[in-house]
C-alpha cells in the first residue's frame, strides 16, 4: 500500500516538471529504466539518489519530507502514522487512496461520514473538539469540505450510519435537520447506498474499506493522534466479515431514507453530540 502511494506521489512530482520521464532521467544521469523502477515501486535507489531526484524536480521542504518518508517505508505492510497538525499526513493518506479507489465502504458510530458532512456541520465539530485549535478551524473545515469531492459517479459508495447518529444535535437542531436533508439528496444517487443500523446494532469502532480495481482493499482507522492502515489479507477478511454482519442487520436503503424523513418530520432530536475525536 505504501508503495502504491509512493508512486503516485512520484507520478504527480514528475507531472509537475513538464518533463517526460526520459527526460527527466537523462538530466538525473540515470537509465530510464531506473527511474521507471522507482516509480513502479521496484526499487533499485538509494536514499542519497532519491534526494538528488527530489532536489531536480524541485520539491518543498514539507513534501520533501512527506516522500521521504514513504521512501522509507515504501516495503512495509500495514502502518501506523502519527500526527501533530491541522493537516495531518494519515488524511492525506486516505485521500490520495480514496482518489483511486473503486468501491468505498464506511462505517459510522459517532457522527455523519466525513464525505457527506455539510460545511456547518463540519465546522460546529472542529469548533467543539478539544483537539482543534481555534485558528485551525477554518482550514480544518476547508479540508473536511475538499474531500466531499471523492463523492462522484466514478466510485461506488456504501455508508453504514448508526441509528443514534441521527438525533445526535451537532451544532444545533437546524444544523441537524439541513445535515439530514443532504443525507436524504445524497443518499438518492444510484452508486451511494446509505443504511442505518438500527440502536444496539453496533459492532465496532468507526473504520473505512477501500477497494480497488487492481490492488487489494486497505481498510483505515483513525483515532485523535494517529491513524492505522491495514492490507494484510487476515485483517481486511475480518473487517469484511464484519460488514457482512451489518448488511445482514441494517436497515435496507429504502428503510433508512424513510427512517431519516420521520426524523427531519418530527423535528425532535434526541440528545446532544459528544465533543469531535
Not at 78 to 95: A, C, F, N
Not at 139 to 155: F, H, L, T
Request: aromatic share 10%; net charge neutral.
Amino acid at each position: 500500500m505504501l508503495g502504491r502511494e509512493f508512486g503516485e506521489c512520484l507520478r504527480a512530482m514528475i507531472a509537475r516538471t513538464g518533463l517526460k520521464e526520459a527526460e527527466l532521467a537523462r538530466r538525473l544521469g540515470w537509465e530510464h529504466a531506473k527511474l521507471s523502477d522507482l516509480v513502479n515501486g521496484k526499487g533499485g535507489t538509494s536514499l542519497e539518489e532519491f534526494t538528488y531526484l527530489l532536489g531536480v524536480c524541485g520539491v518543498g521542504p514539507d513534501e520533501f519530507q512527506y516522500l521521504k518518508g514513504l521512501f522509507l517505508e515504501s516495503r512495509e505492510r500495514g502502518w501506523l502514522q502519527l500526527y501533530e497538525s491541522v493537516l495531518t499526513p494519515h488524511v492525506r493518506t486516505l485521500i490520495q487512496h480514496e482518489r483511486i479507489a473503486k468501491e468505498i465502504v464506511s462505517w459510522s458510530s459517532l457522527y455523519v461520514p466525513g464525505v457527506l458532512q455539510i460545511e456547518s456541520y463540519a465546522r460546529a465539530l472542529a469548533e467543539g473538539s478539544p483537539f482543534i485549535k481555534a485558528e485551525d478551524v477554518p482550514e480544518w473545515v476547508a479540508e473536511r469540505m475538499d474531500r466531499r469531492r471523492i463523492v462522484a459517479r466514478d466510485k461506488k459508495f456504501t455508508f453504514y450510519v448508526y441509528e443514534p447518529v441521527l438525533h445526535s444535535v451537532v451544532g444545533g437542531a437546524d444544523v441537524l435537520s439541513e445535515q439530514l436533508h443532504e443525507l436524504l439528496r445524497m443518499s438518492v444517487r444510484p452508486y451511494i447506498n446509505l443504511r442505518v443500523l438500527p440502536v444496539g446494532r453496533a459492532l465496532t469502532g468507526d473504520f473505512i474499506m477501500l477497494k480497488f480495481e487492481k490492488y487489494e482493499p486497505i481498510i483505515y482507522r483513525g483515532s485523535m493522534n494517529s491513524a492505522l492502515f491495514l492490507d494484510d489479507k487476515a485483517s481486511t477478511g475480518l473487517y469484511q466479515q464484519v460488514f457482512d454482519m451489518m448488511d445482514s442487520v441494517a436497515l435496507g436503503r429504502e428503510e433508512s431514507r424513510e427512517l431519516i424523513t420521520g426524523i427531519v418530520a418530527s423535528g425532535t432530536p434526541r440528545r446532544p453530540s459528544p465533543t469531535c475525536r
